[in-house]
């Protein structure tokens, strides 16, 4: 009988576990976005099991026919540690690998960190009439199939398909005494 109460005991305990989610999954569940949750909650599974030095808030997955378009968007402000320009690239370029692994048919990935703009008091911020809350200080967009030293390579240099706000690059990156 005892043997019998410790396996029930030992069953109840791994299944209690078992439901309850990681961190990771209730991030990828609530910042998933777009008209495929299901592959941005796998991409976000993926993404938030990691604490990134630039927070990812939110991961969208959009199909539009046979075409998969990813995105992920990165606050440009309040990193979690110290940060320079090439380590930021190299975060967006291992978030862009993570998406294409979780997610072999997607052909495009964009990246993109963005930067509070302050909103006076009783503006409109949502709806037809609604003001900016934010701006874009960098973009990448990869498509399928590029490696990721071609996607690091475009993000450090003046490339096609990339933009830095130069203006938040200078003061946003101060580590190790880069620009």
């Known amino acids: 009988m005892a043997a019998a ?25 609530a910042r998933a976005s777009g008209n495929r949750l299901d592959i941005a909650t796998r991409i976000g599974e993926s993404i938030f099991a ?7 808030s939110q991961v969208s997955a959009n199909q539009m ?12 402000v309040k990193f979690h540690d110290e940060i320079s320009r090439r380590q930021f ?13 979780a997610a072999p048919a997607v052909e495009e ?29 960098f973009s990448i967009t990869s498509r399928r199939g590029e490696s990721a030293s071609e996607i690091e390579a475009r993000a ?4 096609e398909g990339v933009f830095w706000d130069e203006e938040w690059a200078r003061t946003a990156f101060q580590k190790q005494g880069e620009p």
């Open 5 to 29: 109460l410790a396996a029930v005991a030992a069953f109840s305990t791994q299944a209690a576990q078992a439901a309850v989610p990681s961190l990771a999954d209730v991030d990828a569940t």
């Open 50 to 56: 990691t604490t990134w030095p630039a927070q990812v």
């Open 65 to 76: 026919d046979r075409h998969l378009i990813v995105g992920i968007r990165i606050w440009g």
């Open 89 to 101: 690239v190299a975060e967006v370029t291992d978030l862009i690998a993570r998406a294409y692994a």
């Open 109 to 137: 990935v964009d990246v993109w960190a963005s930067v509070p703009i302050e909103v006076a008091k009783g503006e409109i911020v949502s709806g037809d009439l609604a003001v900016p809350t934010s701006r874009t200080v």
């Open 156 to 159: 450090n240099g003046p490339r």
